[in-house]
């Protein structure tokens, strides 16, 4: 099974600020990886798809790279409603694993 | 709209069943595999595995085999989970996600809570 090494767990940052969240692969998944939130009602929206594609609907301050093993997820600007969890998936190879989770919180 | 509309939260005594339904509206059922995945308390996102709505045949991941049972109403657009003699661990909160290629995992249910408890 690949695993998913997401890092940072929790993300302390100020509104307006530039954050960014990893995504390790234990091996290359040819850039199959989406990333997802969760708000606290529990709800899960795609947010971005095949590494960098951005979801229709979703904001364009969100965006996404990465090749190989490592990939990335970045707010180029943190707005109040994007205060949640977010979650890396890999879907190069069943079973479709994912990250552990980083909770995005204000400093 | 494209919906994925999951049931009703569950509680439940330990050893008991549950059916969780998942019905899918707005698109071809048949054309998108349905996936669960599983999140305990305050845990991360589980993948349990995933039924083929054009053939009925479910996949299940390692953790998930023997008690977990994926199956349609493909009549009614719709996927159910079963859980087979409920274990205090399988409370949780669980997900119907759709995916075909080029379209992976793009729509989720909203989430169907299970409580285990005697």
């Known amino acids: 099974d690949i695993q998913m090494t997401q890092s940072p767990s929790t993300l302390p940052a100020s509104l307006g600020e530039r954050v960014t969240i990893n995504c390790r692969a234990s091996?290359?998944?040819?850039?199959?990886l989406n990333w997802y939130q969760q708000k606290p009602d529990g709800t899960i929206k795609r947010l971005i798809y095949?590494?960098?594609n951005l979801q229709s609907g979703v904001p364009s301050r969100f965006s996404g790279s990465g090749s190989g093993t490592d990939y990335s997820l970045t707010i180029s600007s943190l707005e109040p409603e994007d205060l949640a969890m977010y979650y890396c998936?890999?879907?190069?190879?069943?079973?479709?694993?994912f990250g552990a989770g980083t909770k995005l919180e204000l400093k | 709209q494209i919906q994925l509309v999951q049931s009703g939260p569950e509680l439940k005594k330990p050893g008991e069943s549950v059916k969780i339904s998942c019905k899918a509206s707005?698109?071809?059922?048949?054309?998108?595999?349905m996936y669960w995945v599983k999140q305990a308390p305050g845990q991360g996102l589980q993948y349990m595995g995933w039924?083929?709505?054009?053939?009925?045949?479910?996949t299940y991941a390692d953790d998930f085999k023997g008690r977990f049972v994926f199956f349609l109403e493909t009549s009614a657009s719709t996927a159910y989970l079963q859980i087979n003699n409920l274990k205090n661990e399988d409370m949780a909160t669980y997900f119907c996600?759709?995916?075909?290629?080029?379209?992976?995992?793009?729509?989720w249910g909203q989430g169907v809570m299970v409580t285990v408890s005697s």
């Open positions: 996600a759709r995916r075909r290629p080029g379209s992976p995992f793009d729509y």
């Open positions: 039924i083929n709505t054009e053939t009925g045949k479910p």
């Open positions: 998936q890999q879907y190069a190879s069943s079973p479709y694993t």
């Open positions: 095949y590494t960098s």
């Open positions: 707005g698109y071809t059922f048949t054309n998108y595999g």
């Open positions: 091996r290359g998944i040819s850039n199959n």
